[in-house]
């Protein structure tokens, strides 16, 4: 396995994992990469690492260029161990090797993780010079562990990003420009919405920061690395972490006896015939992680329930559980769901709602047993009436 030259003297030296399908409950399609990056200077620096059992390809790819004892820095841009993992296996090839992490919370969670070493500890804006080359780090803390930080190399003009910027997407080509546009750009929108939107107001800070440093390439620590694409990544990022949608509708329900489900195809149409875009998600056909997507371009959330057992589906449960913990707040929100009695799925579910900070727009939309045709014309009018 070799190395692959991004610029002069520089290398992705890193991982493919084509299998991945879960990572941590994120479904990966298009499995994914740990991105590690290699500069040859007067001194040798290594830029991140890879997941643990990805470490010979890491060090196989570096040995295509140099012996990996020669290092003399090793970058941790951030603690999770699908960057970090491979650090023992490097400590062990290159024991003096120093390994540079922000202070205080890098140096506290690899200590935590790979026990005491020769860690040094840098802040916001320090640099260090490797020769020609310079690197200084700009600290990230919360985009999206306390410890995340990023390594701008001014000469070269290169943004190594980590998490930021990345994509969970696994393909044999290194570039933005020669990797389907598309894909790239439906990966990173999953990514963000899954991994960054949480963060979104850390995040518009950071890619201010960025922005001003006009970087030519943004290296992330997964997926490909953007050359050409720069400024739409930006603009994208720009535009997901600080914009409210002001249109569209995005509908999720489960269903036990297709009542919720006519209330939500009703739903759909009403929403379609005011002239919004929809998007309409049954949980038990589409995972989470994708349909939270959706969030970054709709201004409605309906959410629908049938009640079992004086609940709301389990499927529902875990969806309202996975969006709060996304805080995508500003969202127009309702409830909808049949019911046979109790009903109590509905009261339950516009909770959840409220607590994701939205603001409920249309009080619950409840209908017993199987919806006549003058239940779903009176609900279809009310979607229709919504500022
Ligand atoms: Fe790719 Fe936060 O780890």
């Not at 991140?48 to 020669?70: G, M, N, Q, W």
């Not at 890098?106 to 020769?118: F, R, S």
């Not at 306390?146 to 190399?153: A, E, F, L, Y």
């Not at 030519?216 to 997926?223: D, V």
Request: negative net charge; charged residues 20%; hydrophobic residues 40%.
């Amino acid at each position: 396995m070799n190395a692959i030259q991004i610029k002069d003297g520089i290398y992705w030296v890193g991982a493919l994992d084509w299998h991945l399908r879960n990572f941590h409950g994120y479904t990966t399609n298009r499995g994914a990469t740990y991105n590690a990056y290699l500069i040859i200077d007067e001194k040798v620096a290594l830029i991140d690492t890879v997941k643990a059992p990805f470490s010979r390809e890491l060090l196989e790819r570096i040995s295509s260029i140099i012996d990996p004892s020669r290092i003399d820095y090793i970058i941790s841009n951030h603690v999770e161990m699908d960057h970090s993992g491979a650090l023992p296996a490097l400590m062990e090839t290159c024991p003096n090797a120093t390994v540079v992490t922000s202070a205080p919370s890098g140096v506290k969670g690899l200590t935590a993780h790979y026990g005491p070493h020769n860690y040094m500890a840098v802040k916001n804006n320090d640099t260090l010079s490797l020769g020609k080359r310079s690197l200084s780090f700009v600290t990230t803390p919360m985009l999206h562990w306390p410890d995340n930080m990023v390594t701008w190399c001014p000469e070269e003009k290169i943004l190594f990003s980590n998490d930021a910027f990345g994509q969970h997407y696994c393909t044999n080509t290194r570039f933005d420009d020669d990797s389907d546009f598309c894909e790239t750009m439906q990966e990173a929108k999953k990514y963000y919405a899954n991994i960054i939107m949480c963060y979104g107001k850390q995040a518009a800070g950071a890619w201010k920061i960025v922005k001003e440093m006009e970087p030519e390439m943004i290296a992330p620590s997964h997926g490909v690395i953007w050359r050409s694409h720069v400024a739409d990544i930006l603009n994208a990022y720009e535009h997901w972490s600080s914009s409210v949608p002001e249109a569209g509708a995005l509908i999720v329900f489960d269903s036990m006896w297709h009542s919720t489900e006519t209330m939500a195809q009703t739903i759909a149409e009403a929403f379609t015939e005011k002239g919004e875009p929809v998007k309409l998600f049954d949980l038990k056909q589409t995972h989470i992680s994708d349909i939270v997507v959706s969030l970054l371009d709709c201004k409605y959330v309906a959410v629908g329930s049938p009640t079992l057992n004086n609940n709301m589906l389990p499927t529902v449960a875990a969806f309202l559980c996975y969006m709060k913990g996304l805080s995508p707040k500003n969202r127009q929100a309702f409830s909808f769901g049949s019911y046979g009695w109790g009903g109590q799925a509905n009261g339950q579910i516009e909770e959840e709602l409220k607590k994701c900070g939205f603001d409920i727009c249309l009080e619950t939309l409840k209908i017993q047993y199987i919806p006549s045709e003058e239940q779903l014309k009176e609900l279809s009018e009310k979607i229709k009436s919504l500022k």
